[in-house]
């Protein structure tokens, strides 16, 4: 498998407070030393590089693969389109971008789980997910995910059959997955917003489920 990983992507964005720091990792720190020399050179706009990370983090987040996810599950035609051309099938909705542009769909089944992972640095499909978040990049996760999948799962909460059997994928430069989450039970007549409100960012990536309705967290639902 290729790891040819573009490690030339923006992972973090300008702060001015310091107190900050201490919650960082070595490789943040890094990322924000240099974000303040290009600053500070007049190389890069810390605002614009905001406008870009909120974009991602806010307004887009996991709302974009959620609605994927939503429509595959109800029309099979847009599921089998997905599944043979999902950079086709997503850019049909109007995701498309940079960090998507090669994009492969993995559906869930009974029998099999898929697990996303990116074990040289954190690639992944930003124009469904948003910016990856803070454990996807850690070390412990991209070790750990390939040697003890079912131990991962365990710590997101995620107790799979024995029989069912897990795939890690290792996302590269070259290629970014979404995972399509098994549809919950009871979802039948739902609305393509219901259904998408049921889509999990960690159900996308494989360390989670869809939620079923009635849970607590499920919009709509009191708490």
């Not at 973090?12 to 720190?29: A, I, K, Q, T, V």
């Not at 690639?123 to 995910?145: D, I």
């Not at 070259?174 to 399509?180: D, F, K």
Request: glycine share 8%.
């Amino acid at each position: 498998m290729s790891h040819d990983h573009d490690h030339g992507q923006p992972h973090g964005h300008h702060h001015d407070h310091d107190d900050e720091h201490s919650e960082l990792g070595p490789m943040e720190l890094r990322v924000r030393a240099l974000e303040t020399v290009l600053a500070e050179k007049g190389y890069i706009d810390p605002a614009a590089l905001d406008v870009l990370i909120d974009t991602y983090q806010t307004r887009i987040g996991p709302r974009n693969g959620a609605q994927v996810v939503a429509k595959a599950w109800r029309e099979p035609a847009f599921m089998d389109w997905l599944l043979r051309d999902a950079t086709g099938a997503i850019a049909s909705l109007g995701f498309s971008g940079r960090q998507g542009e090669h994009m492969v769909a993995l559906p869930n089944t009974p029998t099999q789980h898929h697990l996303v992972v990116c074990t040289l640095c954190s690639c992944y499909p930003w124009p469904v997910l948003g910016l990856p978040p803070t454990w996807y990049k850690s070390a412990p996760y991209r070790s750990r995910a390939v040697k003890d999948p079912r131990g991962v799962l365990a710590d997101f909460g995620v107790t799979l059959p024995a029989e069912t059997e897990i795939r890690v994928w290792d996302s590269t430069a070259e290629v970014r997955y979404l995972v399509i989450p098994q549809r919950p039970a009871g979802t039948e007549g739902f609305s393509e917003a219901q259904l998408a409100a049921l889509v999990t960012r960690d159900s996308m990536i494989g360390t989670g489920l869809a939620l079923s309705p009635g849970m607590p967290g499920t919009p709509g639902t009191p708490p």
